[in-house]
């Protein structure tokens, strides 16, 4: 069975910093866009970042840019979201999903339509 786990995710100050990961068991995600997405309360889901299936193309949501940093290690089937200088407008349960339609592709999708697996989520919480 197909699985992404996100976990790192907790309880921080504003200015604080946390690194999300997410693992995927069952089968190799390395040949796919992978990306983080986030829902806070009340609100719909929405993108943050996507890295490209060779690492060398990612794309972020304009106000997570210079603060967030997405990558990704092929040889342990992960995708990590370095979090830096939080704030109270980052809180949000954040989901880890994968693009499996399209192998081999740089491009990195911003909508939710075209990731097809998702992980559970782990909560973020910046206290002010």
């Known amino acids: 069975q197909v699985q992404l786990i996100e976990s790192g995710g907790g309880l921080v100050q504003a200015g604080g910093s946390l690194r999300l990961s997410c693992a995927a068991s069952?089968?190799?995600?390395?040949?796919?866009?992978m990306g983080w997405f986030r829902q806070a309360p009340g609100k719909e889901r929405e993108f943050v970042a996507g890295?490209?299936?060779?690492?060398?193309?990612?794309y972020y949501e304009d106000s997570v840019k210079g603060r967030f940093t997405i990558s990704r290690d092929t040889a342990k089937n992960t995708v990590s979201l370095q979090m830096n200088s939080l704030s109270p407008e980052d809180t949000a349960v954040y989901f880890c999903?994968?693009?499996?339609?399209?192998?081999?592709?740089?491009?990195?999708?911003?909508?939710?339509?075209?990731?097809?697996?998702w992980g559970q989520g782990t909560q973020v919480s910046v206290s002010s």
């Open positions: 999903a994968v693009d499996s339609q399209r192998p081999y592709s740089d491009y990195v999708s911003t909508r939710l339509q075209w990731y097809d697996v």
């Open positions: 069952g089968r190799s995600f390395d040949k796919y866009v």
């Open positions: 890295i490209g299936w060779t690492g060398g193309s990612t």
